[in-house]
């Protein structure tokens, strides 16, 4: 290779996908990522529509609800990082079929529980499913697509967030009412089952950027310049990682956010029944009026930080900071107000600023090292969402539900701090990461 300094890299570096497959198959793919995405949500957050049933039915507490929608996150916290380095070091196509197998199958088991204390030991294997999805299906995306359009393509796939945790909820609910709550988890489990069984059509990065790399290295007489695949030491990785300021600093401020929508999200269904007495069908229903909303909040924001992010790259860090304020400003006079639109607002302006943590975590390392810096985020995002639920459950316990909201919101602001702090040093880290790449080739000649 041609001696190239860190700084022509960066101002050179190829603005183009690492995995390259045709339109039509890409499509095809992403589709299938999209579904199991849609119902990793649906599993993850349906169950929250009917908490006031399980609470009736099983004569728990709100800490001990909590606790059980604890038990998701606290399973994903413990389980993002193996699952990760799996898919790093294996294969993203075996990590992706294995979790989503794994999550389904134990929604059905979760219709044969007990107590409280079986169903949360249950839902604690489903959080394990759910732990690395996100960051092992986003890194096979963004290798398929270039870095320029990662805000767009990531906010898109984002939507399947919103549809998944609204859709979850109403189908919760509906099934539960109707035919029992333990029968919501049979039939929701088993249709997650069957598409998770799709995952196996997607095909293996590893092979299809190696068949790439042998048809250039073939055209250009025996050399290639693409991205080297490389078997990754799992004490080298955490040591990298662990030094990496600007993503550590976003991922705590990431996780306080998430901790705290956790509080209202776990509550929100409790909160629509006892504050306007209505049934918990029609509070999902309530809740449902977020899907819209996301629907635009989530490209829409992806394509503002890829305007933003043109003129500077630490619209990462702050779009999401500002995000947050605007966010908990208006949840604070929405929960206050008991006003359904102002909720709504606020959800979405949270969702407008998400997608940036996404682009960033896989933005802030070298390529070989995406699916582990994404599970780093998730793990700090399932850890501290983990003592959401929990935290908020204490709270509604001493000052009933309406008055921990309220209180809750100001906890957006530390997370904003945090934010401020690590879109200064942002700079420093990305041009480290492609500093790596650039001792191993990834920068063209």
Request: hydrophobic share 50%; aromatic share 12%.
């Amino acid at each position: 290779m041609a001696s190239v300094t860190m700084e022509q890299c960066v101002e050179e570096e190829k603005d183009e996908p690492l995995v390259l497959l045709p339109r039509g198959k890409r499509m095809f793919f992403v589709a299938i990522l999209y579904l199991c995405f849609t119902f990793d949500l649906a599993i993850r957050y349906g169950v929250n529509a009917i908490l006031p049933l399980l609470q009736n039915d099983l004569g728990i507490s709100g800490t001990q609800i909590g606790l059980l929608s604890s038990a998701v996150f606290l399973g994903m916290a413990i389980f993002v990082m193996p699952f990760s380095f799996f898919g790093a070091q294996y294969g993203q196509k075996k990590a992706i079929s294995l979790c989503s197998i794994l999550w389904s199958g134990v929604t059905v088991l979760c219709g044969f529980a007990q107590g409280a204390v079986s169903l949360a030991l249950l839902r604690l294997g489903v959080g394990a499913g759910n732990s690395a999805y996100a960051a092992v299906s986003t890194d096979m995306l963004t290798s398929w697509y270039k870095k320029s359009s990662w805000g767009k393509v990531l906010g898109l796939y984002n939507t399947a967030m919103t549809i998944g945790a609204v859709v979850g909820m109403i189908l919760f609910a509906a099934i539960a009412e109707t035919m029992g709550w333990r029968m919501s988890f049979y039939i929701i489990g088993g249709i997650s089952l069957v598409i998770s069984l799709l995952t196996f059509l997607i095909p293996d990065n590893r092979k299809v950027l190696a068949e790439q790399k042998a048809k250039e290295a073939a055209a250009n007489g025996g050399k290639s310049n693409g991205v080297e695949q490389k078997k990754l030491s799992a004490g080298e990785t955490f040591k990298f990682l662990l030094t990496n300021k600007a993503l550590l600093l976003m991922c705590l401020g990431a996780g306080i956010a998430v901790m705290t929508l956790n509080i209202g999200s776990t509550f929100m269904s409790i909160y629509y029944v006892n504050m306007m007495g209505i049934s918990a069908t029609a509070a999902a229903g309530l809740i449902a009026l977020s899907t819209p909303i996301g629907l635009v909040a989530y490209p829409l924001g992806g394509a503002i930080l890829d305007k933003w992010y043109q003129k500077d790259r630490r619209a990462r860090m702050w779009m999401p900071m500002v995000c947050i304020v605007l966010a908990a400003v208006i949840f604070f006079f929405g929960y206050k107000m008991v006003s359904v639109p102002m909720i709504l607002i606020a959800g979405g302006f949270y969702n407008l600023g998400n997608t940036s943590f996404h682009t960033a975590a896989h933005e802030l390392v070298p390529v070989w090292y995406k699916s582990v810096s994404y599970g780093i985020y998730v793990l700090f995002i399932q850890l501290l969402g983990a003592v959401g639920p929990t935290l908020g459950g204490i709270m509604v316990d001493k000052m009933g539900v309406q008055a921990a909201l309220v209180n809750s919101s100001f906890l957006f602001a530390a997370s904003a701090v945090l934010l401020f702090l690590a879109g200064g040093i942002y700079i420093k880290y990305y041009n480290r990461a492609r500093e790596e790449e650039l001792s191993t080739g990834v920068c063209p000649e």
